[in-house]
């Protein structure tokens, strides 16, 4: 049965990542909500906390045919998201360069998807890897990962990238 497991997003009520995610654990679903760690500032003090990286997202393993409905139920769950008329499925290797990338870089942003150019990335948690990037300014790269729609943001230095000639 783990064969037919794979990656999905779930759309959730605006600020209930953290809850849901937390749900999901108490009804044993495999799930992935990342979380990047910002800093916000009160009257009184600032304090340090952890924000969802993708808002109104978190990521499900499951089966679809038998847990589908299991992961609906659970309250804030708004919906899967959908590409072409089904759940869209992650690879999984996405959700690893997603893990990577945040024990990598401290300062991780999430952007809307934006058409770009598309890029090789020669060096660092990226290395190898083909998307598209929004712009380059200085040492600041938007690189663009299709399969979920958000870019992530991390610095690189301009001659680790290299154009993909099609």
């Not at 209930?16 to 800093?39: D, G, M, N, S």
């Not at 808002?55 to 919906?79: D, K, W």
């Not at 992650?90 to 770009?116: C, H, M, W």
Request: hydrophobic share 40%; proline share 5%.
């Amino acid at each position: 049965m783990d064969a037919n497991r794979c990656w999905y997003a779930v759309y959730t009520r605006p600020r209930w990542e953290k809850k849901i995610a937390a749900q999901f654990q108490l009804r044993h679903i495999e799930h992935y909500c990342p979380l990047q760690k910002a800093r916000r500032q009160w009257s009184d003090r600032i304090k340090i906390v952890e924000e969802p990286l993708f808002r109104s997202y978190v990521f499900v393993r499951i089966c679809l045919a038998h847990e589908q409905t299991a992961v609906r139920m659970v309250p804030g769950v708004i919906n899967f998201v959908y590409w072409n008329g089904k759940p869209a499925v992650i690879r999984d290797e996405e959700i690893d360069t997603i893990k990577r990338f945040l024990r990598e870089y401290s300062s991780v942003t999430a952007y809307p998807l934006q058409p770009g150019q598309k890029v090789k990335i020669i060096d660092g948690v990226l290395m190898d890897r083909e998307g598209l990037v929004k712009k380059v300014q200085g040492k600041k790269v938007y690189v663009i990962l299709e399969t979920i729609g958000y870019a992530l943001v991390a610095e690189f230095d301009q001659s680790s990238l290299e154009p993909v000639v099609e």
